[in-house]
């Protein structure tokens, strides 16, 4: 389980030094962390797979273009929100980025505030998604800590038969039903069978991802 | 036209003869204008229609009448059949339908005009003797394709073959006819015979292509014309056609055309000098004017034939070299509009290239001013943010202003460079020479490449003077061999040389200069692109000294080209003509 608590970083990209050292230096004083690289390929270098943050990156630069250093986040696996900048802005260049994942797409002078804005709210999403995997992951866990009969059970209760119907079909007695499905709610911690039925659709969402 | 054979017993045949200009105007207003109008309006087509053949028909009878007012007695012959050539002209314009109007004409006239002794019979089957092989031969020209325009030869040819054709079967259908008449004793009918064929060629083949290019005719266009030659000259010629008529007609006091041949030169002349159009209104002018002599004075019979004879050789060669003429003046405006439309071509071609140097130079300034600002308004935010913290971090605020100002300064430097080119982008032409102008550039650049450890060194086989922008061209170079330097030594090349030279060239007329370098060569993906703006191999590069350099070039009329990329022989060259025009 990656630990949220380590601080997002904020990773700027820009092959001029100059623009890259303001940017940094701007975003520093605002109070994030921050990290520069020279290119795309140094980017993806120097970046460990865990790390949380947000990539603010030119979109022309030699060797790698922003649209593609995008892709190949994606590809890789990295989930970290990617903020586009150009001087070159026009629209089928916009389409490219945001079709290719970007988290959005500024035209150069960069204004502060919609990149600002825009670096937290792909922080936000980034942690959004990161607490929803989390809590995914914690009920797969519960889920595997139940026996086979009981996942059978849970399985029956979650389908809505009622105590005596799934005695007759496991072929085992009412009590003993009865005696599995607290067990049940009690390894996944739900106070009710609404609250199993969520979990059940969570995780056949978990499993199917 | 009507019968014109004569009837020596009977006496009373009259002649054609001349019509005024008044009436040719009248022919002109009459039959001119009407293919444009028809197409509008085709729902009003049959009442204008109607005019328009009463007009006609009207017209052959004044022709007719005017025959008969200037008869005179004795000499009972047809020099000619205006009418006929006129009529011609319109079964080739209106199509068959116009045969009506010639029987009609023919009807009429007989009746109207020659006071006719022939029965009603006799008259009907005169008129349709003539008027049916004529609108055959017509409606054969029109199936043939022929070009009513008369604007080749081969028109003309099958005019002038149909015209005969009708006019043979019609004279011996005549001849027929009156054979077969039991009234008519003593005919001459041989002779009668041959006489209607050349009367009424000399008329098919003098009005009937005046008429067919007067109905073409754009009266606008003549306007247009370049003025002040045309009408003198028209002037001229009608004077020298005057002349030489005079001639024709001093000689023609003693009864014969002794000096006829003359008139070839005014013709021949009229057609050389405006085509066809020329020959057929000379043509007509001096028939009109003949035939008028002959009624003046009086001719015998054998005077008359000759003069047909003569008139006929006339025609034919006026007409046949007007044609020739108008094939060559017409393939001659072909050329030259082609000619035109390339050279347009070439203006736009040369003008896209332009814009697309201008507007690649555009993105590549705003991509330059672009970077710079970026640092320096993000800089400045955050002194901003550094200055109004609490406590204010003031060293770090004045370090990050300092930094801005030299972004700032930085795009200024870039807008200065872009002004200094684009303010001389239009070349300053002077004489220059290629000794001086290669002398005085590596002065410019020595300091530079020496810095680098390159060996320069510069030649000019004879010391050529021609128009250019020196400053421009000084660039050009300076640009060349600044690039050659640096690839050189970011190469790390231990024995780096780069050579300039002029050489004077020949067919056409240029100067080529070349610089060559032992450099590290030129990447071959970079070589397609590297005249075009913001494509450079440098880290540091603008990517605009080569499509600056292209369009210096370019606009001295001369081209730039890189002649070889291979590492240790890498050269550019780059051409100045030497007859080009004085600005772009």
Redesign the interface.
Known sequence: MPAPSSRPTIFVIDD?E??R???G??L???GFTVETFPSGPAFLEGVSPEASGCVVSDV?MPEMDGIELVRECARRGLSLPIVL?S??ADVPMAVAAIKAGAEDFIE?????APLVAAINRGLMRAQEERSRTASQEQLVARYERLTQRQREVFDMVVAGYTSHAIAETLEISTRTVESYRAQIMEKMQAESVAVLVRQSVELERASSS | MGVRVHFPSAGIFPPETSLDTSVRHRIVDAFAPPAGRFRFALAAALPLRLVQFAAALGLYLSFEWLSFLHEFEGVPVTPWNPGLGVIFALLILWGPRSGLLLFAGVVLAEWLVVDTRFGWGMVLAVAATIALPYTLAAAAMRTLDMDRRLQRLRDVVILLLGGTAAAVVVSLGLAGLLVLDPQIERIEIGGAALQLVVGDLIGLSVMTPLVLRLAHARFAELRELPGSGVLPEILAHLAALGIALWIVARAFLGGEFHYFHVLFIPIVAAAVRFGFDGACTALALTQFALVGLLHLYGADIGVFTEFQTLMLVLTATGLIVGVEVSERMRADRLVKAAEKTLQDMRANAAQAARFTLVSGMA?AL??EI??????????M??AQ??LEAEPPDLP?AGS?LG??IV?ID?AGGVLRRMRDFLRRGRPHFSTVGTRELIADTLLLCRHDVQARHVHLEGMSEDDTHFAADKVQLQQVILNLVHNAAEAISGAHIASGRVRVSAHRLSEPERIEFRVADNGPGIAQDYEERMFEPLNTSKHEGLGLGLPICAAIVEAHGGRIWLHNGTPGSTEFRFTIPLDQPQGP
């Open positions: 001029q100059s623009v050292h303001a940017l230096e701007m520093g004083v605002f022309r900048i001087g070159h150069k002078p960069v204004d502060d | 993105s705003a991509h672009n970077q710079p600002m970026t640092a320096a308004r993000a800089l935010r955050s943010v550094l770090r990050n930094t801005a972004q930085h």
